[in-house]
């Protein structure tokens, strides 16, 4: 991998518990701003957005918290924020490191809920298709377990797997093991495990449609799934109800009025593709429920470099100019790039979603 | 195309009037709005929730707004996590509190019949997934502003000479109570089918397109708790003494409302708890004469039952109502020992529905079904059938049809 040039992150979406976005002002940021972060040039290298607040580590390992839970900590190696639990892992004198989980209104206060010592990463933390390096929770650095926000807070995986990147949506679980291959597991209804029906799997099981195509990323979004092959193509399933699969979904079709994040309407159960008859009876394909991986177009027929999901949204970086395929407040059922970065030509190298918003990582182009 | 609509822009009469009315159904300061919740419901929602009472007390509308937009968001979102039957009630509740205050803030300016409309749209919202908070509020905020909504309408007719169209008025008397709330509505022939769904849409809407203008699609208002809803509708009827015999209390029975056009299906299920089908009858209430004679009509009884207890005394579904709609439905039962002739789907989601279309039998792919002895019966206007724990049945809509179900223990 390239050497890490030093960059900017950015955020934009839901900060209404005032976490970090930009000027933070306001409750909603609806244009990308950049990070604002008390100390000027530090380098973040992670960001991990729960819905009311933010975590922000720094390459010196420092985690800035702030939103509904504020406060900073040092020798941190790796955070995972969610509203129930706060995860860090922490570097501790001797070897390993010490995996601890925090209320989020009490870190730094008094004792974390629960810890223990975890086994030393493994080696290579840039290393392409190798194992579970730095910053890789909620997937543990010795890749053999994850936590979760629920008790029971640290679970096994089995034995047999080499997991590389595991994620968490709201009601499953997704894992790329090293060969590529993605495996899915927990609740189902709304197709978001991948295998083609709407029931729950209690173990990991592997998503057939995608065997043989070695995959470079998954990400999990509330009730939907995201993945990128090695070649670039960008595979989506799971709930489409906001457009956050890219594909046509009725809700913004009928009403006719942007649904953005607010939207009330009762979720249709149970349909997949659905002809659905416009005044004229020409049927329009609407897809409420996606069971099974789709590819999905980008346009100018971009190739995908990373993904990631919030709850009803998605964003994904393409690899030649950085363009960002995302829905804002305004839902889309559609990609959109974002035309701030193009503008500010600005090559967006990573992106990160809080379950309401959004944080890009560009790097400045070098100046010839 | 609801009634009584007026252009968006024309501010309805009295309308700062509605914001006083609402603002007298709320606690007088917000210490009174608080919730008692449990650790489920994060630290932050909390924070968010009080804050939100405190703008609304504060006179802050639009901040107030914004913020029920998030909790309705928020909640939204656990309500979608994990089996209905597994969302913890206090989110629930949260949901509601997110209803409660978008609808009263919605309203607290004066507004056209569109907000309004769309403010009742929050509260039925709410009532349909939320929980009951500050002694169930959203009925009674609905209440008011479903009577502001009609406000200016004209009056329900009078005593007509001639015999009114049963078919229409008790149409038009669904449209008086209960036309501007919103409803789920189930869209396709059965819900077996890949192609059916649930929408909302208001029962004015639900008339128009299902039921009058030809439709094009097969809609039903099926098991919706409409009397829960829409408490006026509950007036019209009467809990069958039959159901004080099982051993729940009376808060305990679930009725539902099946109201729909001809040749609604449901395909042959069963319940986990007993079930008691009425077909309504109602009667115009200025008329005398048909009222007496057919409140002697006696209970369908179901032959062979072991329980024994049928007779015609106390039996009295048919409460005095206005106007009448006739509406029949074909009924097949089958008893529980004969579930493996019914090929029961394998899946979680329909293990308690047969695979078979009982009308339609593919008895090369469901022999057996052929051999299974069944009862049927048309059950008319008036009419109750009891359905035992399990037993196996299947409903088509003969005619345009409302019907009444209990469910108890």
Known sequence: MAEERPGTWYGFGFCGFGQALGSGRGRQVHSPEPLWTPVAGVDICRVSASWSYTACLTRGGRLELSGSASGAVGGCRDAWASEALLVLLRSRPGPGAELQGWAPGSVLRGEPLWSQTVESEAAGEHGSGGEAGARALPLLPSASAYVSPRPPFCRPLAPGFRARRLELGAEHVLLLDAAGQVFSWGGGRHGQLGHGTLEAELEPRLLEALQGLPMAEVAAGGWHSVCVSETGDLYVWGWNESGQLALPTRGLAEDGKPVGGEATGLPEEGSEVRAAGGEDGAPTPFIAVQPFPALLDLPQGSEAAHASCGSRHTAVVTRKYGQLGHKDTTSLDHPCRVEFFRDKQLPVEAVTCGPWNTYVYTVERRKS | MAEGTRCSGDPLVGAGALGEALRALLPHTKEGLRLDLNEKVERSVVMLLQEAAELFYGGRRTECLQRSEVILDYSWEKLNTGAWRDVDKDWRRVYTFGCLLKAVCLCEAPGDATTVAAALRVCDMGLLMGAAILGNILIRVAAVLQMHLLSGKRPAQGPTLEQPNPKVSGLEYIQEIAGCRTVPVEIGSRYTDEEWSQTL???????????????????????????????????????????????????????????????????????????????????????????????????????????????????????????????????????????????????????????????????????????APFLSCILSPGEILFIPVKYWHYVRALDLSFSVSFWWS
């Open chain 2, 201 to 371: 849409m208001t029962v004015n809407e639900f008339i128009s397109k299902y039921i009058i203008n030809e439709p094009k699609d097969v809609g039903y208002l099926a098991q919706h708790q409409l009397f829960d809803q829409i408490p006026e509708l509950k007036q019209d009827i009467s809990i069958p003494d039959y159901c004080c015999l099982g051993n729940g209390e009376e808060e305990e029975i679930t009725i539902n409302a099946w109201f729909g056009p001809q040749g609604t299906v449901s395909p042959l299920h069963q319940d986990p708890q007993q079930n008691f089908l009425a077909q309504a009858e109602w009667f115009h209430k200025l008329e005398h004469s048909s009222s007496q004679a057919d409140q002697s009509k006696e209970a369908v009884q179901w032959r062979g039952s072991e329980l024994g207890f049928w007779n015609q005394t106390g039996m009295n579904t048919s409460s005095v109502m206005i106007n009448s709609v006739i509406g029949r439905k074909y009924i097949r039962l089958y008893s529980p020992q004969e579930s493996e002739a019914l090929y029961p789907h394998d899946s979680h989601l329909l293990h308690n529905t047969s695979q078979v279309d009982v009308e339609n039998p593919n008895l090369e792919q469901f022999p057996k079904f052929a051999e």
